[in-house]
C-alpha cells in the first residue's frame, strides 16, 4: 500500500475481521452501504492485532553485521553456481562478485564500529585486490603483467567505491536503501566486462586478435581510472557526494521516501 493511502482512514468487517482496501470502499458511494464496516481502531481496540509482517529486503538489511554475511554469502554463491560464460561474465560477475567484495569490509566495519571513511576504505581496497589476486590465480593465470596489474586495481577500487555510497545510505530510515551500496561498482564492472566481450567479438571477426588485447587493457584501465577519480572526487566533496547518491537513489526509487 503506498504512503497517501494512510491519509484515508481504514476499515475492517467486524465479524470476520477481513479488510476491505481503500480503494474498493471509497470507489463508490455504495460501497459503503454493501460492506458492514467499523473503523480499524475501533476494531482492534479489544482484540489483539495480527504481527506486522516484515519483507525480506527489511530483515535482511536491519542490521549491518547480517546484511554484511548475506551479501557475502549471497555474492559467492552467485559465483560458484552461476552457469554460461555469457551470463556470468555480463551479469553475474558485475552483481555477485561486487556483493562478494563488498561483504568482508562492511562486516569488519561493522563489528568494529569504525565510523572513519579513511580507516573504511583501506579494509575495502584489501578486500578486493585479495579478490582480484585469487581470480588471477584461479581463472586467469596465463595474462602478463600488465593485466594482473589492472585486474587487482580494477577490483580494488570497486569495493572501496561501494564503501563510499553505503556511507551515504547507511543512517537512512529506510534500510532497503542499503541494498544500492554496490550498484556504482557494479554498473563500472557490466561496463567493463560488456566492452571486453563486444571487443573480443568484433576482433575476432575482424581478424584483428592481434590488437584485442591492448584495446582491451586500454578500455579497461579508462573505466578503472573514472572509478579512481570518481572515488577521489567523492572524497575531497564528500557531504555533495552522499547528497547526490541520496537524491538519485529517490529518483530512481521514489517509494523510499528519501530526502537529501
Given amino acids: 500500500?503506498?504512503?497517501?493511502?494512510?491519509?484515508?482512514?481504514?476499515?475492517?468487517?467486524?465479524?470476520s475481521g477481513e479488510r476491505?482496501?481503500?480503494?474498493?470502499?471509497?470507489?463508490?458511494?455504495?460501497?459503503?452501504?454493501?460492506?458492514?464496516?467499523?473503523?480499524?481502531?475501533?476494531?482492534?481496540a479489544r482484540r489483539q492485532r495480527p504481527p506486522?509482517?516484515?519483507?525480506?529486503?527489511?530483515?535482511a538489511a536491519a542490521t549491518p553485521v547480517r546484511f554484511a554475511l548475506i551479501l557475502f554469502l549471497v555474492g559467492w554463491a552467485g559465483i560458484i553456481f552461476q552457469r554460461g560464460f555469457l551470463q556470468q561474465v555480463v551479469f553475474?560477475?558485475?552483481?555477485?562478485?561486487?556483493?562478494?567484495?563488498?561483504?568482508?569490509?562492511?562486516?569488519?566495519?561493522?563489528?568494529?564500529?569504525?565510523?572513519?571513511?579513511?580507516?573504511?576504505?583501506?579494509?575495502?581496497?584489501?578486500?578486493?585486490?585479495?579478490?582480484?589476486?585469487f581470480e588471477h590465480y584461479a581463472t586467469y593465470a596465463a595474462e602478463d603483467a600488465v593485466m594482473f596489474a589492472e585486474r587487482v586495481t580494477f577490483h580494488a577500487v570497486s569495493p572501496a567505491l561501494s564503501m563510499l555510497t553505503w556511507g551515504a545510505l547507511e543512517d537512512l530510515p529506510d534500510v532497503r536503501a542499503r541494498w544500492?551500496?554496490?550498484?556504482?561498482?557494479?554498473?563500472?564492472?557490466?561496463?567493463?566486462?560488456?566492452?571486453?566481450v563486444v571487443l573480443g567479438i568484433g576482433s575476432a571477426l575482424a581478424g584483428l586478435d592481434a590488437y584485442a588485447e591492448p584495446v582491451g587493457v586500454a578500455?579497461?584501465?579508462v573505466i578503472t581510472g573514472t572509478m579512481i577519480g570518481l572515488l577521489l572526487v567523492g572524497l575531497a566533496a564528500r557531504r555533495r557526494f552522499e547528497a547526490r547518491v541520496r537524491r538519485t537513489l529517490s529518483s530512481a526509487m521514489p517509494r523510499l521516501g528519501l530526502t537529501s
Avoid: C
Fill in 1 to 15: 500500500m503506498d504512503r497517501d493511502s494512510y491519509a484515508k482512514p481504514r476499515f475492517v468487517a467486524p465479524v
Fill in 20 to 44: 476491505v482496501p481503500n480503494e474498493v470502499f471509497y470507489a463508490t458511494p455504495e460501497a459503503a452501504t454493501r460492506v458492514a464496516v467499523v473503523p480499524e481502531d475501533v476494531f482492534y
Fill in 52 to 59: 506486522v509482517e516484515v519483507p525480506v529486503a527489511v530483515k
Fill in 92 to 133: 553475474g560477475a558485475p552483481v555477485f562478485e561486487e556483493l562478494a567484495k563488498f561483504g568482508p569490509p562492511l562486516l569488519l566495519v561493522s563489528l568494529l564500529g569504525i565510523r572513519s571513511v579513511w580507516l573504511r576504505l583501506p579494509l575495502a581496497l584489501l578486500s578486493g585486490a585479495g579478490f582480484g589476486v
Fill in 180 to 196: 544500492a551500496a554496490t550498484i556504482p561498482a557494479t554498473l563500472f564492472h557490466w561496463a567493463n566486462n560488456f566492452l571486453a
Fill in 219 to 221: 578500455v579497461a584501465s
